[in-house]
Each structure stands twice: as C-alpha cells, then as structure tokens.
C-alpha cells in the first residue's frame, strides 16, 4: 500500500537550496552536540563512557563555530517562515497535514530554541541569570531525541529513497546557489569572527598614585578599591560548588608600575584540609579521593587561577585542549579531562593562588602555560603546557617519602605528639602548614601515634619562594562564606615565563572548591583596561 | 521494515557498546635509560619510590641519589675535596660527621652501609658526571633528570679529577680538584678547600647488572 508520504518522497524533489541548508544544519548540529558534549564530560562522567565517540583538542571554538552556523541557519529558516507566512497567510501553513512528522519537527523546532537560547546565554556569562548549563544539557539531550524521531523514523519509513531526497540535488548547482552557499559560509565565518573578537567582559583598571599603598592582606580595606569598577561574572562547571556555579567579582588597579586585583568568590566552606595523613592499623594514609587519578575533590584545598594572556580566544586563550589524549604523540591524563597548552611558541601567564600551599607565604604560585613538555618517562602525571616559573629557593613539599594509595611513610613527625593535638577533626580551621623545623625526620623507633591520629601534610621548607615563581603577590580571607583575595604583580616582570600587562591583556578567572583541577571557567575573555 | 531498523539501529548501537566497553587503559612508563634501584639493591618501576640509587644502562654506571632527610645522603650537605693524603679535610657542612665534612666522609660512610648492594662508591670522573646533563630540564631546576635524581641542588658537584692547576684569583693556591656546574652543564676547577656538592657513583654494581640484562 502506497501512503501520502511514500508518494511524496517519490515525487516530490526538495530543492537545492533546501539540500544546501538542511545538510547544513545537520553538520552544524553533529558538530554541536559532540563537541558540546565533549565539553559535557568535565562535569559528568556518566558522558565519559562514550568519551572514545567525541572529538579531543580545541572543542571549544569548534562548538562556538557550529553554534554560529547552526544559529545563522536557524535565523534564515525562521525569516523564510515569516515571508511565507506574510506572503501566504495563515492558510499557507497546512493546518490539515499536521501528522507525526510535523509533530515531531516542530518540537525539534521549539527544543532548537531553547538550545540556542540557553548557549547564548551561556556565553554571557551573566551572573545574575544563574546557570543555564543545565538547561542547555537538557536541550542536547533533546536534539539528540530528535535525530531519533526526526531522522529516524523517515529513514525506518523510506530507507534510502529519503537519504536520496535530502541528499540529491535535482539538477546541476548554479551560479545562484554557490553564490548563496559562498554569501552563507562568509555570514557564518563573519559572524563567528566578529562575535569572537568583540565577545569580552571589559574590566577598567583605575589608576592611583605610586606612594599609595595597597596592603596584599586580603583584607581589602584601601578606600582606593572602592572607587575601582567592579565586574562580576558567572563562573560554573566546577566540583563542590552549588549546581558548580560560584559568581566572581573582579576589580583592578594600577600604579604604572604594578597592578593590583581585589578577586572575590563565593565558597560556603573553607576547605584547608589537603590530603592530610591518617594513622591506620596499617601505616599512614593519604586521605583522598580521586588523587591517585590527579583529580582530588574531597580532601583538597580551595584554590583560584588567573590565566593572563595577550590573546583573546574562547577555551581560556586557545589553550583548553579536552580529551584524554588530545596530543598524539604525548601522554594520556589520569582524569580524561584534557591538557592546558599552547599551539604555538605563545606564553600564557597562570597565577595559581592555593589556600595551604601558598597563602601563608603570601604568594601565588607563578606559573605559566607554553608548548607541551617533552615526555618524562619518570614523572606519572604529565601536565603538557602547565609548567611552574623557574625559582631559586624554597618552596612546600608533601609530608611522603613517595605517595602510595594504600599507605605512605612521612618524611617528618611532630617532635611532640601535643603538636598534633588540634588536628582531631579534619574540619577544623587550624593552620594546615608544616614549618620544617618543627618537626622531626621520620623514625620507625618514634612512630608510636595511636590509630586515628591526623596530621597535615604540607611542609614549608621556608618561608616562601624566591626568584621568577614568586612574581605575584597574594594573600586571601576566607569569611562568611567568601573568599576575598587581593593580588599584586609588576606589569612587567622581565621574564620570558610572564606576560606583561597593559590594555588589551585578556584574563580567565577560575575558582577551585577543594578540588585539584576540577574548576570553575567563563565563555568571555576578560579585557583589561588599564587608566 | 524490520530489515531496515536493524540496518539502521544495530550499528550505532554496537558503536555506542563498543565505546562504553572500550575504556582507555591508564598510562604507563616507557623503555627509558635510567632505572631506579633501591637501597638493597633491588630494581623498582619508573613510577615507584623511595628509591636510593639510579642505574644509567647507556654508561653502566650506579649513581647514588640525594634525599631530604638529613641522613648521610641529604641534598643540602656540601663537602671539600679530600682523598687519601691530598686536597683539604673537613671544611664542608653536614650534620653526620662530628667535625666539618670531606669528600672520603661520604664514601666511607656509603660503602660502610652497603648502599644498593655495593661498596665501591667513590667520586666520578668529570666525562662520567657529565653523562648527567640534562638539557631538558625543567625552567630553573639543575640541569638533571630531577625526576631520577631529586634534591640536586644547583650548584657545583665534585669529580675525582684531581691536582689541576688554578687560574684567576685561586691562582695562588695552585691546584684543585674539577667539578661540574649543574646550572649551566660547565666544567669548572675550584680549589679543594670549596664546599661543593658530590654525587657519587659506582661501577661493576650486581644491581645495574642485573638491570641492564
């Protein structure tokens, strides 16, 4: 028995303009949800069990590309519904052939909005608007039903007759349609290029004079950062924080010598128990969950990253690469995460404030992200482009002859077992640094601490580090439910590992919930605008 | 219809299960020329610890690693050239001698507790040491394979190459000893009496042997 729709297929063709922006949407689409679930994966593990299906590397900027194309297709077939229905009235839309497949396009139609809606949303990085990330996952989800029914079902309904429709053009392509293919690509390319050269918060950074004194205590009480204009903006996807969402409001100034950064976060809890040892019937302990994997997010402390950069892409500077592998000739991570690196000689600035291992020396810990590192055959993790500025002197270790996941042997004990008395919880806020010379090297003979003992495992061998790592100056306040951080650098260090900063240097900023690399992140570069 | 549904779902379906099923295995080391021995002499994996000595299979050669804990084999302790009746006793620091430390303090001390197995420990020769350079070291760490050989400290490391005479302003004391600088990878000569760093090393060890084959 022939159907309405049997007949239709084989007797109506669609037009080649209609081939051109149906295969169109349906790349754009393919590209969306793999590369948008690819980024999904950071957040949601269940995702990366089909990790080995989506795409590594630079899927940012990909799934911004075919956000682009997708919206410009969906604007233009959105005008060609308006025409037709100005030209045709009401009456031109069919009302009496409304079956299952127009059922089903229409929803697609209503699930594509939201979709578009809530990712430019998200690109805003509103803080106000809260995080319509979990709106947007829905949506994909949605689009993914909707290969399904849409698909689906008219492949099940005609097998290759319909792939032949879709895909066949009629006639020769003209002139007119590689012109209308040429002006379409150009749109899309235009858009996306403009979009990301001009999508950037701006942050003005106020000028005060050089005998004003700006204290790095975390305490921010200079009149002077009143007057700074402050910006606040979502950041989300990170581990611990509320739906993974922590707003961040920035304010900056500057003297022409150094600039200053007032950074607050929300953080409910102040976490500065980072991976502390237990005494078990068997030996010491690492507390931890997910650090044998370099992806702790219980016993960790709380951190944040300011990524500076004299570029300006989306995916934190071009150097966000996803992906257990994203490099062929590297190492895979642990975490299935992805690698920060550059794709080219570029050097990336990374300020990595850490609550235990640096606050008290009152410093960020100056990094930088370059080319990917050679492969080091005795180092377990590899970090590619993530690497420390070079440093003179001193720094924490970790209170473990070698980390082992069941037990670990300390380098140090406390010379007196009061020493440890204040660590009976792992709540606590006691200070959770080891200054060297208080405790004493390890000693089976002196190991005699009862099950249950607790005892921190940062270890400062001295106060602080000394030559191109201790660049940046930093100290931060944990209080009722905030960390408040200021930050202090030369705009200009000198040093190769440094960007200099000056109008038009473009930051990220991400928050860390005790967690060691699962982070917060925005879309939009933040522009510096220096007074 | 049945035959197209099939077509048309059995495949991704397999793809999608052959995905879940096929996870990544974890990283693994690599074949690499330096092995980490511990301190009985026993080989362990690349990503294994503590270790106490490092057998370079390119030279043959055991070299004793450095620690930070304030034992005979810290990193931070220095020591003056000393061996048998010449170059200068005792005038570098350390807090495992009752007096200053010398260069014959460490390899008597090594070879006494048998470390890794062997008691030929002694001073490297200057081409020996240099077999260490590194030039891919890390941004400010010495110029080794810190992952192998950790707590080297930047800074000058004995060799055994003795009686050579001095130049500049330490002419007048005539000779010392050669040693390499791990900041820059120079050989440079500098009187017995100087606090320098030491790694020693040792060759015919059973635990390099028996790593090597």
Partial sequence: MVTFWDSAVTKYSKSNLWILFHTAAVLALLVNLSSGLRIATLRRPAIAQIAELLPDGRVHQLHFLGACALTAIACAYLLFRLYTLIRGGFRSLDWKNFDYHRCVIWGGCAVLAVSLASGWLLLSDTAALGSPRELHFAAALGMLLYLFFHGGSYLLQYGRRALLLILRPTRQPGGRLLASAAVATGVVLGGWHFIAGSAQHSLPVLRVSVSTPIHIDGAADETEWTSAQPLTLSTEGGANFANGNTPVTLRALHNTREIYFLISWRDPTESLTHLPLRKTENGWQVQQDGFHRFDETRYYEDKFAVLLSDACDFGAAGTAHLGRKPLDNKPANWHGHGYHYSDSDRIHDLWHWKAVRTNDMYLADDNFIGPPDIRRPGRRRYTAGYRKDGKESGSYVMNWQWYRPDTVIPKRLPRLAEQLARYESAGGDSDWVIPWFDFAPYAAENDDFPEGTLMPSVIYSSNRFEGDRADVRARARWRDGRWTLELARPLDTGSAKDVAIHTGTCLWVSAFDRAQVAHTRHNRPIRLELE | ?213
């Fill in chain 2, 1 to 213: 219809m049945w035959r197209r549904a099939l077509l048309l779902f059995a495949p991704p379906a397999c793809v999608l299960l052959v995905a879940i099923l096929h996870q990544q295995p974890p990283p693994t080391p690599v074949e690499y020329h330096l092995g980490k021995i511990d301190r009985n002499g026993e080989a362990m994996g690349a990503w294994s610890g503590p270790w106490a000595c490092v057998c370079d299979a390119r030279t043959g050669l055991l070299w004793e690693v450095k620690t930070d804990d304030e034992g005979i084999h810290h990193g931070d302790w220095s020591y003056s050239w000393y061996r048998e009746d010449f170059g200068v006793p005792n005038n570098g620091d350390c807090y495992f001698e009752e007096e200053r430390c010398d260069t014959r303090d460490l390899i008597r001390r090594s070879n006494r507790e048998r470390l890794c197995g062997t008691d030929n420990w002694r001073l490297p020769a200057s081409a020996e040491l240099q077999t260490l350079l590194y030039p891919q070291a890390k941004e400010g760490a010495p110029l080794i394979d810190t992952d192998y050989f950790p707590k080297t400290r930047r800074g000058d490391y004995w060799t055994r190459d003795g009686e050579k005479p001095l130049q500049g302003v330490y002419r007048h004391l005539k000779h010392g000893a050669v040693a390499i600088d791990f900041i820059a990878g120079e050989q440079v000569t500098i009187p017995y009496r100087n606090a320098a760093f030491v790694r020693l090393v040792a060759d015919a060890s059973k635990a390099c042997h028996q790593l090597r084959k």
